[in-house]
Structure formats: structure tokens, C-alpha cells
């Protein structure tokens, strides 16, 4: 069993930054990458960026690129979003998820944090 605890989520202006982090516990040993994903009202949830375990390999969805780092503190188990230039439209539910040796994908989900862009 893996358990996700998101937070850091809250209100931005447009163009602002917020970070959002995603501590990993339980059998982590089992952790092959985290996901980031989001979900707004009335949309499908839709992958943001992911980073493996060890912290080297990157994804990012085409949306995020250039103003999302996803990153992983390996001392901490956690896994950083940083969000800088946010848009309005970046507004959603962000739920970070884990897949891991022998699982089926994204099998363990965080609770999810709420990320408000205002005008």
C-alpha cells in the first residue's frame, strides 16, 4: 500500500506561482513514478506532468511546458509541482497518483487539492 497526501493548493492571481507537494508513504519501495493530474468541473482529469522515482526522467503535458516543474526530494519522499505563470484556466482539482511494481496504472491516488486562478 502506497498513501499520497497532497497540499499546497490555495488562490493565485493570474500569472502568479503556487507550489504544490505530494508526500509518498507506505511501501514507496514499490514506486515506479508519480503523476500529476487535474481535474476542472464538467472536464475529464487529464495528466500534468510525471516524474519517475529516482527523480530522472520528466513528462509534462504540451499545456504546462515551460511554466510547471514537477520534481521529486528524495530525502522527503515527496514529489514538487511548482506552477509559475498560471492561468486562469490551470483552475482545478490536482490530484497526484502513483504507479508502482506490479500494479496496474495509477493504482494509488492522493486526495486531491483545489488550485484557484483568479483574474
Not at 499545456?63 to 509541482?81: E, I, M
Amino acid at each position: 500500500q502506497v498513501q499520497l497526501v497532497e497540499s499546497g493548493g490555495g488562490l493565485a492571481q493570474a500569472g502568479g506561482s503556487l507550489r504544490l507537494s505530494c508526500e509518498a508513504s507506505g511501501h514507496t519501495f514499490s514506486v515506479l513514478e508519480i503523476g500529476w493530474f487535474r481535474q476542472a468541473p464538467g472536464q475529464e482529469r487529464e495528466i500534468v506532468a510525471r516524474i519517475g522515482w529516482s527523480g530522472k526522467s520528466t513528462y509534462y503535458a504540451d499545456f504546462v511546458k515551460g511554466r510547471f516543474t514537477v520534481s521529486k526530494d528524495n530525502a522527503k519522499n515527496t514529489v514538487d509541482l511548482q506552477m509559475n505563470s498560471l492561468k486562469p484556466e490551470d483552475a482545478a482539482v490536482y490530484y497526484c497518483a502513483a504507479n508502482t511494481v506490479g500494479g496496474t496504472a495509477w493504482d494509488y491516488w492522493g486526495q486531491g487539492t483545489q488550485v484557484t486562478v483568479s483574474l
